[in-house]
């Protein structure tokens, strides 16, 4: 299985709904998620999604490639979009993945690719996080 954490500042959460919504209802079971918040000082606020990990087998890597590069390519225009630093960070991946995913950061502004174990994520670590802000 590859793991791909997906770092894109406050958009991220909505890199991340895009990509979902192209893929295909049998793709989106093939896929695990774990999504990384920013820490809230108010008891309002919604919660930023700041990270986000994807778990998937090697049959659903070239379709979540192509959803990126859709995303950063609808994305292009937008200067703001352009100053955000991306960070892919790949463990295990196919190596046609990890050509993949070096063209999109070739074809894009501040989109780095790394490689290497990631570091999980879980709900606890996040709460943890948020209460130490407070």
């Known amino acids: 299985m590859t793991e791909l954490r997906i770092e894109a500042g406050s958009d991220t959460s909505d890199l991340i709904s895009e990509l979902f919504n192209q893929l295909s209802d ?21 919660p930023t999604t700041i990270a986000a990990v994807l778990v998937f087998s090697a049959v659903v890597a070239p379709v979540i490639e192509r959803a990126l590069e859709v995303y950063f390519t609808n994305r292009a225009h937008d200067r703001d979009w352009d100053r955000i630093e991306k960070i892919l960070t790949v463990h295990e991946p196919t190596q046609e993945l990890l050509k993949m995913l070096e063209n999109v950061s070739k074809n894009h502004a501040n989109v780095r690719v790394k490689q290497g174990p990631l570091p999980k994520i879980s709900s606890s670590a996040t709460m943890s996080a948020a209460k130490k802000s407070l």
């Open 26 to 46: 049998d793709q989106i079971d093939e896929i695990e998620l774990t999504q990384e918040t920013a820490p809230t000082p108010g008891i309002a606020s919604e």
